[in-house]
């Protein structure tokens, strides 16, 4: 079955770096756009950032623009979120999330990894 | 950016109530919105995509409707396994933005 798993997540200082990865498999991984989305402790859902399955197209939200990277091997099934210039409100839970069809990124959200908790502090 | 609320906030029901959430979008998006449900520690799941379209293995007693500005999440008789939050989110623009979530109680 369709399965993601994100890793890479930790504490670490604000102004650092950390890099999260997220492992696919059960599916065509070149075939879809994939996302990261976060929530912070106790919050809401924030999508962070989307890139498209060729890697040609990528959006993010404005918070991480110029700190953020989102980025993908499709050789390797693995999706990455770049994270630079950390800040306490980047604290979340980090969810490696597939476009819901394999046609553009301008739809659902189909499946969510188990995510990964990342602490600036 | 499109802004996306909801109400109410939170809302306490019985097993077998009828349950509406209301979403709206600060600007026309179609029928490009989506609803999840998320439970306390989990993660979040796709009940309807595109407005109204169950998402597969989702009970029919979730049901979704409303384009333009305006939509609706209606669950038929609650029951015990649907206390969560639920969010709606827009995926007509990026960036792709969610409603602040509707929490879901017992009454």
């Known amino acids: 079955q369709v399965q993601l798993v994100e890793s890479g997540g930790g504490v670490v200082q604000p102004g650092r770096s950390l890099r999260l990865s997220c492992a696919a498999s059960g599916f065509t991984f070149s075939s879809y756009a994939m996302h990261w989305v976060r929530q912070a402790p106790g919050k809401g859902l924030e999508w962070v950032a989307v890139m498209s399955r060729e890697g040609n197209n990528k959006y993010y939200v404005d918070s991480v623009k110029g700190r953020f990277t989102i980025s993908r091997d499709n050789s390797n099934y693995t999706l990455y979120l770049q994270m630079n210039s950390l800040r306490a409100e980047d604290t979340a839970v980090y969810y490696c999330v597939r476009a819901g069809i394999a046609q553009g990124f301008y739809n659902w959200f189909d499946p969510w990894g188990q995510g990964t908790l990342v602490t600036v502090s | 950016d499109i802004q996306m609320t909801q109400s109410p906030s939170s809302l306490s029901a019985s097993v077998g109530d009828r349950v509406t959430i209301t979403c709206r979008a600060s600007?026309?998006?179609?029928?490009?919105l989506n609803w999840y449900q998320q439970k306390p520690g989990k993660t979040p799941k796709l009940l309807i995509y595109t407005a109204s379209s169950l998402h597969t293995g989702v009970p029919s007693r979730f049901s979704g409707s409303g384009s333009g500005t305006d939509f609706t999440l209606t669950i038929s008789s609650l029951q015990p396994e649907d206390f969560a939050t639920y969010y709606c989110q827009q995926s007509y623009s990026t960036p792709f933005t969610f409603g602040p979530g509707t929490k879901v109680d017992i009454k």
């Open positions: 600007q026309s998006i179609s029928t490009y």
